[in-house]
């Protein structure tokens, strides 16, 4: 399988911990974007990155949250601290350039 | 402010009953609109992308148009496997390519 691939799907922690998510991307596309989406809902976008540089932040990505892609690779999202209403679906996705994206199927989080 | 809104909410329909969703959009310029599927639990699943007005796109039973202000994504007699959420999203323009979502149509098919 050649697609976006996420780990893990799914993920429930207690308030205050800190979690980790991993996003493999299709490979050789450059563009790699997180999103998470809530219930009834489209993604909002977070961040993304262009190889390893990361270019830009929502404001939905407090200081409690970070992302890496070391070596324009796979990426990671952490959310320190979590909190009750972090609980969504994250979603990656990747492009190779343009603007159509492909998704992966998602990190489900609840925290308890 | 760019943005996209989509009608309806929710959309039931029989088996055989066509139907269309509209995606209308504010962009500043328009790069392209995308539909996607999404199933439960899962993450959305890329169906088509329209750049230009008057463009159509078809699959199995989905045609997707666009004009300069919205979309539309047509189902010629559904079946329940087109039971899904459907998402229209368009690239921000200044920012990198970020997706902007509507909130979706909920379709369920009825046998």
């Known amino acids: 399988d050649t697609g976006v691939s996420q780990n893990p799907r799914h993920k429930i922690t207690k308030r205050g911990q800190n979690v980790t998510f991993r996003c493999d991307p299709i490979?050789?596309?450059?563009?790699l974007y997180w999103y998470r989406q809530t219930l009834g809902q489209g993604p909002e976008f977070l961040t993304y990155?262009?190889?390893?540089?990361?270019?830009?932040k929502s404001r939905l990505l407090s200081d409690r949250f970070s992302a890496e892609r070391p070596k324009g690779s796979f990426s990671t999202l952490e959310i320190q601290r979590t909190e009750q209403g972090d609980s969504a679906m994250y979603l990656c996705?990747?492009?190779?350039?343009?603007?159509?994206?492909?998704f992966g199927p998602g990190t489900r989080l609840t925290v308890t | 402010e760019d943005q996209v809104t989509q009608s309806p909410e929710a959309l039931r329909l029989q088996e055989g009953e066509s139907s269309s969703l509209n995606c209308s959009y504010t962009v500043s310029g328009l790069r392209g609109l995308f539909w996607y599927r999404q199933d439960p639990g899962k993450g959305p699943e890329f169906l088509f992308t329209?750049?230009?007005a008057g463009e159509e796109k078809e699959k199995e039973r989905l045609k997707a148009t666009l004009t300069k202000k919205e979309s539309f994504l047509h189902i010629t007699a559904p079946k329940p496997e087109d039971s899904a959420t459907y998402l229209c999203?368009?690239?921000?323009?200044?920012?990198?390519?970020?997706?902007?979502f509507g909130q979706g149509t909920e379709l369920s098919v009825k046998p």
């Open positions: 990155f262009q190889n390893e540089a990361q270019l830009e």
């Open positions: 996705a990747s492009s190779p350039r343009g603007y159509e994206q492909y």
């Open positions: 329209l750049y230009s």
């Open positions: 999203a368009v690239p921000s323009y200044n920012q990198g390519g970020k997706l902007i």
């Open positions: 490979s050789e596309h450059n563009r």
